[in-house]
Each structure stands twice: as C-alpha cells, then as structure tokens.
C-alpha cells in the first residue's frame, strides 16, 4: 500500500482503466443505492452501520486498484465515518445520532478531498482553514457534476457505428413518442370499458411509496456515486488559495477592529464579576430577575459570542500580509487579551449554566451546548498556542481531530444516561418541596413534582431508560402527607404508563422496532429488556385513586376508573 503526502504523487490512471474505473463507480453506486434503500427505507438503525461498512469495503476495493494505494491518513478518516455511522447501532439518542450522521458526512468528505489526485490537499496536516475549506466546498460542488462526469468517463456513448445510423435514430424517436400516447389511449378505452380493461389490467402501484423508495435509493446511490468519482477520478483542475484574502487590512484596521472588541469584552467581564460577588441581592435590585430567572438568560447568547469571535480572529489574521510585520505584531498584541477575556466569557457561561441546571435540571441540549463551549474552549487555546506564535497552518488540523474526539467521546459516555443520572441524583439531595403548602390547599396540584418524570420518559430515549426504570421503582421521595406528595406519585404514575406502553411487552413501539431488524439499535434493546425485567416493579408502583395510594396494576390496559387519574366523567345530556 502506498503512503501518499502531496497532491503530485500519484499519476492520473490510463484511459482504458479510467473507463473501467468509471462504469465500476456508477455500477457500485447503484449497487449501493439499492442497498440503502434496502436498508435504511424504514428507519435508522443498524442497517445504516451496515451500509456504511459497505461504502467503505467499496472505497478500498477501488482505491487498491490504483497505483498509489491509501493512505493512512485516509485510512483514519475511512475509520471516523465507519466509526459514526456505527453509532447508529450502539445509541438510542436522535440528538446525539443527528451529530453522528454529520460527523460521518464530514468524514467521508473528508476522505474524499484528501484521495483525489486533483485536490490542493493530500492531508489536513500542515494546511490553513482556507485550504481546508476550499477542499471540502470541492467535494460539495461535485455533487452537482461528478455523476454525469462519470457518465461520460464511462464511455457508454461509444456504440458500433452499425448502430449509429439514421434508421435507429428513426426508431428510437419513434419509440419516444408512441410509447405515451398508447399508454394515454389504453388507460382511457380502460376506463371507457370494464371488459376491455380487464384484459390490460395492472398490479395496484403505490404511488407514493414507489416514490419514496426511489428517493431513499436515488440520493444514496448519487452520494456514493459522488464521493467515489471524486476521491478517485476527479481531475478538474484545482487552485491553490492565494496567501491574501480580497480584504487587506493593515496595522490601524487591526487595532480598530480588535480593540474595539477588547473594550467591549472587557466592559462585559467587569459586570459579570460583579454579579458573581454581589449574588441574588445585586441581580434582583438590578434586573429585578430572581438567581432562577437570571440563570435562564443569556447562556447560548454567550455560547454564539464565543464561536463568533473564532471567525473574526482568524478571517482579521488571514487579511494580513505575511510581510507586514507591524500589522501581524499588533494582531497578536490584541488577540492575545481578547481570548483571556474570551476565557471569562467562558467562565460567565459556565457559571449560569451551573445555575441553570441547579434550578431546572440538566436536559441533552444544555448537555451538547455545555459540550460544544468546552471543545471551543479547546480550540481558542489551541489558536493561541499556533496562529499567535505563528504556525498558522497547524491550527486547521488540531480543531478538526478534536471535534472528532469530543463527539466520540459523548458516544463512550452516553448523554441520555448521564443526564437522567444527574437529574435523578439532583432530586434526591435538593428537593424542590413547598412543604409551607397546606395538604388540603386548593393549589396543590401546581407544586412541583421533586423530580421531572415526564422529561426522562418523554424527552429522553432508550439510552436513559435503565436509569429512569431505577428512580421509578425506588420509594417516592416526598413525605407522606404534603402537597408534592400528590404531585410525584402522579407524575411517577405516569411515566409509569409510559414506560410500559413504549416498552413494554404489550408496547407497541418495541415490538414494531425489534421485528425489523433494520432498525435495531443496543440501546433500544436494553431499554426494551431494563422495562421488561422490572415490570413487575414498576407496576408496583403507587398510583393515586378514590381509596388513596394504591399499586399501578394494569392500568395502561383498561380504562380508568373513578377517582383514577385519566379517568374522564361520562357526558351528560
């Protein structure tokens, strides 16, 4: 196997293996995209990890065909999207699973700029963003015309010229036009006559889903297609970006520009210091927000700030000439200060989201965002460490293998899991009980339930489900007697019910998963036997009714009785 650095050490292919290249690409696309339609029609699942395993025993069958071999860069990011498109099997998360499938488009665009002969860019190594951008916005351009380049590579227009004449020509144009108009005339001596029709009687045909399935088959098969031209016989001619950008600043736009941000970060810092000394007292009589309320305010604000300032800094340094060396040391002098300010931006977010979670719990998206500042974290230290002291063209690659590792490592870890822990664990050592409330108190209702049993059974998927079957089949928390009493036991009523009826044996939704075994995911399935194991416990579970606390039973099987809750009196007219 061959190890290839730079985009002039391999040699485009000889015609005859281009045209064999070609008809192979176009016939394995279609080959794919029959398989994913197979596969991935009814749903995300395993049958997606088996697809992606497929693309890439395709990709390093054609790549073997060539005379430079792959790379174990390729060979990485080959391993990246195989790696998240195997998620698909391990988790049972949509939110976490929608980052993955992008992970692995990014992968595989990834791998496809890097192994065609053409592309300004062998490895990611050593390159700016610029390049790495130009070479991903390549590969999406091809989307466009790699499969009619294909095509023609193929060389499918090369017919005898016995063939070529004008009779054929008469015959194929013929055919173009007669074929619709006795389609046409049928469908309507059809209709006109039952007995005329019955001899041209067709197969009912959904429409729909014939449709459905062309599109499920059709935009794989045209992505596979895409990303195999392009990574192995793309030869459209590629440019180098120039050192420059359209825009050159100097020394006094810099200081404008940056110093501008640095008074303004700056000012915004102080105020966060201030109330992180001054407490409640200072936020209320200022903004007249509770510490609740406050921490509500303002943390994905500051997470969109924070990401914004890495375009900026990094688009202001690509605008300056290398030669200038006055511009570049004040481009330094400023940024250096704005990223420590940056850091207290940083640390302001953290502090609300800490607030955030302590009054209203965490939830997956609180999770990824926390996630994603703390990689941007990452990033800017990484800037500092490289474009500040001026080896720009290692940034590109540390930002992208981080971004990687980070939503790997939220796989390994299991959101959904973690975040059921934490709110569970947050219910049982800081109660949120209005004791003061009279038992008898007309709005006892209102109180809040010690913990939120309809987010981690409804807001939360399989992956959490062990966890939440855990605090459910534990004692209620609340004392007996007080108004969140009444609260919880319904609220655990009810994610009790909808435990078993999404999960349980007489469920409709697991069963309906697991017969498809496209679908299939670990995740779900031990979600489906965490439920079924414990049925027994859970439906032990207390309930209130007219006689007071009783067992759940098998209430999500009958209607509710009077007193029950769900139970609707009857209409009267």
């Known amino acids: 196997m061959g190890l290839t650095t730079s985009a002039g050490s391999a040699a485009p292919p000889l015609p005859s293996d281009r045209r064999s290249t070609a008809r192979r690409i176009l016939l394995d696309a279609l080959l794919l995209g029959g398989l994913a339609d197979a596969l991935i029609h009814s749903g995300f699942g395993v049958g997606f990890s088996v697809w992606m395993l497929a693309l890439a025993g395709t990709f390093l069958h054609l790549a073997h065909r060539r005379s430079d071999g792959v790379s174990r860069e390729q060979l990485g990011w080959l391993a990246t999207a195989v790696f998240f498109g195997a998620a698909f099997a391990w988790r049972d998360s949509s939110s976490l699973l929608f980052y993955d499938f992008v992970a692995a488009v990014l992968a595989l665009a990834l791998l496809a700029s890097t192994s065609s002969l053409a592309s300004p860019m062998r490895s990611i ?28 590579a193929a060389a499918f227009v090369d017919v005898p010229n016995a063939w070529r004449g004008e009779r054929t020509k008469a015959l ?20 006109a006559d039952p007995l005329f029709g019955s001899l041209l009687k ?19 098969a045209w992505v596979a297609g895409t990303g195999l031209y392009t990574a192995m016989l793309d030869d459209r001619s590629a440019k180098r970006l120039r050192d420059g950008m359209l825009l050159t600043l100097g020394s006094l736009d810099v200081t404008i520009v940056l110093g501008g941000l640095v008074a303004l970060f700056l000012l915004f810092v102080g105020v966060q210091i201030e109330w992180l000394f001054g407490g409640e007292q200072l936020v209320r009589s200022t903004t007249g927000l509770s510490y609740a309320q406050y921490a509500r305010k303002g943390f994905f604000e500051l997470v969109l700030v924070s990401l914004l300032v890495l375009p900026v800094l990094l688009g202001t340094r690509a605008a300056l000439r290398d030669d200038d060396v006055a511009a570049v040391r004040r481009h330094r002098l400023l940024a250096l200060p704005l990223l420590v300010l940056l850091g207290g931006v940083m640390a302001s977010a953290f502090g609300r989201m800490a607030l955030y979670v302590h009054y209203y719990g965490l939830s997956t998206d609180r999770m990824f965002a926390s996630v994603f500042m703390a990689w941007l974290a990452m990033v800017f230290a990484w800037f500092g460490l490289t474009v500040l002291r001026g080896r720009t063209r290692d940034f590109a690659a540390g930002m992208t293998i981080t971004g990687f590792l980070t939503l790997a490592a939220l796989n390994v870890v299991n959101p959904e899991q973690l975040v059921a822990r934490v709110n569970i664990e947050r219910a049982a050592t800081a109660l949120r009980v209005a004791d003061s409330v009279a038992v008898n108190d007309q709005k006892q209702t209102s109180v809040d339930a010690p913990l939120d049993y309809r987010y981690l059974t409804g807001g939360l998927e399989g992956d959490a489900v062990r966890e939440v079957v855990g605090a459910l089949v534990a004692q209620p928390v609340s004392p007996v007697g007080t108004p969140s009493r009444f609260t919880e036991v319904k609220a655990r009523c009810d994610a009790v019910r909808s435990l078993l009826q999404r999960w349980g044996k007489a469920g409709s939704e697991p069963v309906a998963q697991h017969r498809d075994w496209r679908r299939w995911n670990f995740g779900a399935w031990r979600a489906a036997g965490a439920v079924q194991g414990s049925e027994t416990a859970l439906r032990a579970v207390t309930c209130f009714d007219i006689s007071g606390e009783t067992p759940f039973g098998d209430r999500e099987s009958r209607p509710a009785r009077p007193g029950e809750q769900g139970y609707t009196p009857p209409n009267s007219h």
Do not use: N
Not at 126 to 152: K, M, W
Not at 172 to 191: D, E, H, K, M
């Open 125 to 152: 190594l050593g390159q700016r963003v610029r390049d790495v951008g130009q070479a991903l916005g390549r590969v999406a351009s091809a989307g466009v015309t790699a499969i009619p380049r294909a095509i023609g």
């Open 172 to 191: 194929l144009r013929a055919t173009l036009i007669t074929v619709p108009l006795l389609f046409v005339f049928a469908l309507l001596f059809s209709s």
């Open 202 to 220: 067709l197969p009912k045909i959904d429409i729909g889903e014939v449709v459905s399935h062309l599109f499920v088959g059709g935009v794989f």
